[in-house]
């Protein structure tokens, strides 16, 4: 590795731990790069910024964002809110196990962590406040249940990850269902395990009633239908999944329209968010895409897949050490930047070692999901914490029998490839 990397490395490292916006960091990291080599011209960097975020595929994150920010703005999130309640706000901790659940549907929309973790710490946290929750527990579980968003299809990491490694997105959606349900699932008992030690009560006692159910179920099904409709489409080549983004979008505006509750200036305001929400995520994917193309200019990929194969021959040895440096890089790299560096030095010695390509991308994308939560610069953490007002120590305290359970989750989807491609064998 050239001493230009090295030094383009250390910048984004000193930045980052500066608290400088991640697009900054990575873009100065590049440009360090081509500072210290004038032979090569500075204009690469920003034809190279330019080309990493035309790709088309990367459309579908616009469309889905948008369409999540219509569903939320249509009454959606409302309904599905209630379909929950009705059915597992009778267990132990009731409104945790709510927050779980909906992260889940939502994350069947929206596709961002972020979005969803604001639009449940606003407001689900005050409600479980009121019910005796603390505010501690109230934060983390509302934070961890959004990372479910980014392995639901259809997660914009899923999107990120396809288009870079050349995997099928449509076969990444469909295995992205697995480990999303394996976290819900998880979390809830988790939830229900302290819940029973604190006294945390359910929030209804009364049986569920065939009516009550069908109109809890009326006014979700339309939402419900949507990961359905878009896998379905993918799947029997009716539209690409840049296409079902825009399905998507038609769909929730129609929803908004017939339920009455999407106006013209709801409708600009949606516009207004979409534009702010992409606009962040696509200056990281430039930047990523500038610095993605420095290693490959210096061919790291390349010495970095000779060296570890040097040492490493079981394709266990190497999961076990991308599972580790992931959980260490995700602290302190935000997930989508991570993926963009990181994916073309590792899939490549993933494909070598003969693991599933689709079971290397939901590992790789769990860890990712998981490091936006950890400390010192979870995003995940900070961004409930800055609308919950939680301390952030109360936070990581409150935290921590959560990450010995995303520990377990990752070593089940590490060693049981089936979670991962189970769903899609099915399918496919």
Not at 333 to 351: K, M, R, S, T, W
């Amino acid at each position: 590795m050239s001493f230009e990397v090295i030094v383009a490395f250390i910048s984004m490292l000193v930045l980052l731990f500066m608290k400088v916006p991640v697009f900054v960091s990575v873009m100065g990291a590049s440009a360090a790069y081509f500072i210290l080599t004038p032979n090569i011209t500075s204009r690469i960097l920003v034809q190279r910024m330019i080309a990493g975020s035309e790709n088309v595929a990367l459309l579908a994150i616009v469309f889905f964002v948008c369409a999540g920010i219509f569903m939320g703005c249509s009454g959606v999130t409302k309904r599905l809110m209630n379909f929950c309640d009705l059915l597992v706000g009778g267990f132990v901790g009731g409104l945790g196990q709510v927050s779980v659940l909906l992260a889940t549907l939502m994350g069947g929309i929206s596709g961002s962590s972020y979005a969803d973790a604001a639009m449940q710490s606003k407001m689900i946290v005050p409600e479980m406040v009121k019910r005796g929750f603390s505010l501690e527990f109230s934060s983390v579980i509302t934070a961890m249940a959004a990372i479910i968003t980014p392995l639901i299809p259809p997660g914009i990491a899923l999107i990120i990850y396809g288009s870079i490694a050349n995997i099928s997105i449509g076969k990444l959606f469909v295995a992205g269902l697995g480990p999303g349900i394996l976290l819900c699932i998880l979390l809830m008992i988790m939830v229900s395990i302290i819940s029973h030690k604190r006294h945390y009560k359910a929030t209804r006692t009364e049986p569920i009633t065939l009516k009550a159910f069908l109109e809890a179920f009326r006014g979700a099904i339309a939402v419900l239908i949507l990961p359905v409709v878009i896998i379905g489409g993918i799947r029997l080549g009716v539209f690409t999944p840049t296409e079902a983004g825009v399905v998507a979008i038609v769909y929730s505006i129609v929803l908004g329209l017939y339920y009455r509750e999407l106006t013209w200036d709801i409708f600009l305001e949606g516009i207004k968010e979409t534009v702010i929400a992409s606009s962040s995520i696509m200056m990281i994917i430039a930047a990523a895409s500038a610095f993605s193309w420095v290693l490959t200019k210096e061919m790291v990929p390349q010495y970095f897949t000779q060296t570890v194969l040097m040492y490493i021959t079981e394709p266990w040895q190497f999961l076990v050490i991308v599972n580790i440096f992931l959980l260490f890089v995700g602290m302190f790299l935000e997930g989508n930047a991570a993926l963009i560096i990181l994916i073309p030095l590792f899939a490549p010695v993933a494909a070598q070692l003969g693991i599933d390509p689709i079971h290397f991308a939901m590992v790789f994308i769990f860890n990712m999901a998981v490091g936006s939560i950890t400390p010192p610069m979870g995003m995940l953490m900070f961004i409930t914490c800055s609308v919950t007002k939680c301390k952030t120590g109360a936070f990581i305290k409150e935290a921590i029998p959560f990450y010995v359970l995303l520990l377990l989750a990752i070593i089940m989807m590490t060693v049981f490839p089936a979670f991962s491609v189970g769903i899609v064998n099915l399918l496919y």
